[in-house]
């Protein structure tokens, strides 16, 4: 998610510390601290991948600009985005650095624009099955050590999180509002793109995106969708167990 400094983001990011606090996110620190601890490998592998699949798809279909920005890497640090992370440690939501390409050098334009818009959330879902994977054999290969283990029992939830994590920056960023890549696609699909529609839109994506987190429809839409679908992988794995 592209960020911007302007007094509005600023604004919007004191609300959402304010939630925070105010919903108890703080009130145990040693608690919160842990779920960072638990949480943070999944943001941070789900992030990078997430960006990474952006720049390589684009690199592969003719657009050199990742690869001159080094962003056709898997190195989490070129996609980080420092204030991002901290956002997400703190308040629950943040961003990675976004990925810059030129569609002037695409093949064909549309479908090479949809293309890249989808790699990441595609390959979003594929990590929260590679890790639905990881955790079935994680079960099978050595489950009474990981349950009675501390260090077993903290891998388990790491890998848990890294499920649920991959799946909700999947349909977050479907979402159809700019500046995410759900809108991206819409925009290609109803052929608005590059017109003054599209971008009084994208002009008020910001505005339109912060009232639907801070109103909880973010939050409604991704519990009604990542959770059937976590739910799911989770019964499919039991079934190898």
Known sequence: MKRFLDPSILIFLLIMLYMSISGGRFSSPGDWFMGVLLTLPGI????????FAHAYSAYKLGDDTPRLQ????LNPIKHM????LLC???IG???GKPVMVNPMNFRSRKRDEIIVSLAGVTTNFILAIVFTVIYAISLKTAGMLIMTTTMGYTILMIIIYAIRINLVLMVFNLIPVPPLDGFNVLAEVLRIKYTDTYYKLYQNGMWIL??????GVVRTIINYTVNPIYSFLISIAHVFI
């Open 81 to 84: 985005d420092p204030i991002g």
């Open 88 to 90: 997400i440690i703190f």
């Open 210 to 215: 912060m009232i639907l987190i801070i109103f």
């Open 44 to 51: 941070i592998i789900g992030l990078a991948f997430h960006e």
């Open 70 to 73: 080094g962003r056709v890497t």
């Open 93 to 95: 939501f943040g961003w």
